[in-house]
């Protein structure tokens, strides 16, 4: 049933599975570099926990390694252990406890394992990194064929070695479930262990895990399936893709093939990102404006059939309203514009004139700012 016109679509439920988010609003994964040995912490009780407070609808951990050399650097947190539940779970519960609900991104890094964190650098682990203490670790994946020169050269997973780490993301999906996460996504993006199988830039392979794209989709189809079979069925799963790989080995076409077949694997949406396969996707020097990717999540929905997210440059409530109104995704992640505002969906509802006396707000907030806009008196402009 289509929402009223009087009522934005970014903030109308959204039900997928027996899992009803409150609004279209989805805070994307950003890693922060504030775990060790993978555990959360305060940190990321308060960093998530404000935009819960902040009422997106959807608040997603960080990518989480599901194994310890699965890790993008020393600070990534992970799920790999049965200890690293307990934090987990202080985090969701807080979430929960703000009306949001929880998502956890199961991430592997393969061959872009054990480098520097963002604000370093984010490239390879080198001397100076050594001297401070920095450990490098072994990074794995399709091929002995490095990220680019420099970085650390992975070793090249055996069939066997393969079927552990698909192993490793359900067990994973099991311990995401035992902290009370609503979500899974398996993070098949940005030239991690899933996106390197499958670019045929990354994949040179001539087993059953390369070759066409058929080969080239197999771990990802393997995995997805795994995580499906342990992440409980009532319970909703996504898959985020790098649209096009950055290298033009991957492209949209393909996306929307691997789209239609994670759906047949239960995949309920696909998160829509792009590049990253031979460098930092986060940070690449390519041209950005705004909604720049959201013709990848129309592709998904409208020619792959599954529902889809949009992400990148969607910068305020009008932008995020128009991409739902016109039919090119279901939900809208923000990013690095939530870390800009935290009130970001908040204030889109301001901005769409759905929330003018700030109930949404939490009680404590909107009781002041509800005072307070009955008495402010703003200058005028001069003239």
Request: glycine share 10%; with cysteine.
């Amino acid at each position: 049933m289509s929402a009223p016109e009087s009522r934005p679509l970014l903030f109308t439920p959204l039900t997928i599975r027996s899992v009803t988010l409150p609004n279209r609003v989805v805070i994307s994964p950003m890693v922060q570099y504030h775990a060790k040995d993978g555990f959360a912490n305060d940190f990321h009780l308060v960093h998530l926990g404000g935009f819960a407070r902040g009422r997106a609808g959807l608040v997603f951990s960080e990518g989480t390694a599901v194994e310890a050399r699965g890790r993008v650097t020393e600070l990534d947190t992970g799920i790999w252990d049965d200890a690293h539940i307990a934090p987990f779970r202080r985090v969701v519960d807080f979430i929960h406890g703000e009306g949001a609900k929880a998502a956890m991104q199961l991430a592997h890094a393969g061959r872009k394992g054990a480098t520097q964190p963002a604000p370093e650098g984010n490239g390879p682990l080198n001397a100076q990194d050594f001297a401070k203490g920095r450990k490098a670790w072994e990074v794995v994946g399709p091929t002995t064929e490095p990220v680019a020169p420099g970085w650390l050269i992975p070793r090249q997973l055996s069939v066997a070695e393969i079927g552990d780490i698909v192993t490793a993301f359900a067990i994973g999906a099991k311990r995401a479930d035992a902290a009370g996460f609503d979500i899974c996504e398996v993070h098949g993006a940005h030239g991690y262990l899933i996106a390197s199988f499958l670019s045929p830039i990354s994949n040179t392979r001539n087993d059953a895990y390369g070759g066409d794209r058929a080969g080239r989709m197999r771990i990802a189809l393997e995995i997805t399936r795994a995580v499906r079979a342990a992440w409980p069925q009532h319970k909703p799963l996504f898959f985020r893709v790098s649209a096009l790989d950055g290298a033009d080995g991957w492209n949209l076409d393909d996306t929307v093939a691997l789209s239609q077949a994670l759906k047949e694997c239960g995949v309920d949406v696909v998160d829509c990102s792009s590049g990253g396969l031979t460098g930092t996707a986060t940070a690449a020097p390519i041209p950005r404006y705004p909604g720049f990717q959201v013709p990848f999540a129309s592709a998904v929905r409208n020619q792959g059939g599954v529902k889809s997210m949009a992400v990148g440059l969607i910068l305020d409530g009008r932008q995020a309203e128009a991409v739902l109104r016109d039919g090119h995704a279901d939900l809208i992640a923000v990013g690095r514009q939530a870390l800009y505002d935290p009130f970001w969906a908040l204030h889109a509802a301001q901005e769409l004139g759905c929330d003018p006396g700030f109930a949404m707000w939490p009680a404590e907030y909107g009781w002041w700012l509800e005072k307070r806009s009955k008495t402010l008196v703003l200058p005028k402009a001069a003239e």
